[in-house]
């Protein structure tokens, strides 16, 4: 009689190492959704308890390396990007740019179209109502809903990794660009699907730029208005090329983004490092 070998456990998603992460800090209350399935099919999870009313999850072995490795890798991703920013900044203030590293900005940026309202149910179809002018519904003067569904602005946060402008006292010169570090392939092309977040970024600025490791991704996988950076990483040094210069589009910076940049410090050199003061709190008076 044959029997069928064990299914190996599925490659852990974000979700599942969130659930984790929250059942090691919590007392482990079962959710009793498909992720708690997932994790103790995977044997990352144990149900502990004698009734089930009293069962809670407890990690097992399994389940504490695998979050220990996640947290790991993490920690190695967020030190290569911080080492990429810094190089990119460095070069950036090295052609006078003033340079600003994760400055939460305020974009605006076209909004959906909205539906139009709808119109009486299909029960009166035929019938004139009380309301109904001879000459239509809306009248001459009064423009039909279709009108109001032109595309809208909106506000949208971003917080690009490197923003700078020239150093220039003429706003006309500034040419705001914005620069995105990534260090993984599945973290671009997240970035890139993610059309309103992107769109805020190109509100910013002239120029919008990606900075990723050589060999990570060819431009011609990437939108053609944005530009393309490579940090080539030698036996002995690191050198950053441009394979593809941004669509320049004229920008100019609104008064919010200009409060913004009133409140922080550029990077400043300081030896072979960059250093940014924190944003400066403001206080009534």
């Known amino acids: 009689m044959n029997h069928s070998s064990p299914l190996s456990p599925p490659p852990p998603t974000r979700a599942h190492l969130t659930r984790l992460m929250k059942i090691w800090r919590s007392a482990g209350w079962p959710s009793r959704d498909p992720l708690d399935i997932d994790l103790l099919a995977a044997g990352w999870v144990c149900l502990v308890g004698e009734h089930p009313g009293q069962e809670c999850l407890k990690l097992t072995e399994p389940g504490m390396a695998l979050l220990a490795q996640s947290r790991h890798t993490q920690r190695r991703q967020a030190s290569a990007h ?6 990119m900044a460095e070069w950036l203030v090295g052609t006078g740019r003033l340079v600003w590293h994760e400055l939460s900005l305020r974009a605006q940026v076209a909004a959906e179209p909205t539906a139009p309202s709808a ?16 000459l239509g519904l809306w009248g001459d003067d009064c423009p039909a ?3 109001a569904t032109q595309p809208s602005t909106q506000w949208r946060l971003a917080r690009p990794d490197l ?3 020239r150093r220039t006292s003429n706003p006309a010169y500034l040419q705001p660009m914005v620069h995105e570090i990534k260090v993984s392939r599945a973290d671009l092309f997240s970035d890139l699907r993610n059309k309103p977040q992107r769109a805020a970024y190109q509100g910013l600025c002239s120029e919008c730029y990606y900075v990723f490791p050589a060999g990570m991704a060819e431009p011609k996988e990437l939108p053609e208005d944005l530009g393309v950076w490579v940090l080539h990483s030698e036996a002995e040094s690191c050198r950053l090329e441009m394979l593809r210069p941004a669509r320049h589009a004229p920008c100019t910076l609104p008064f919010e983004v200009w409060m913004a940049l009133a409140q922080a410090t550029p990077l400043q050199a300081s030896g072979t490092e960059l250093k940014q003061q924190d944003l400066v709190a403001v206080e009534e008076a």
């Open 82 to 87: 911080d080492r990429l920013a810094l190089q």
């Open 119 to 134: 119109l009486p149910s299909s029960g009166t179809a035929g019938k004139q109502l009380p309301f109904m002018a001879p």
């Open 145 to 147: 809903p279709e009108a």
């Open 163 to 165: 923003f700078s402008v």
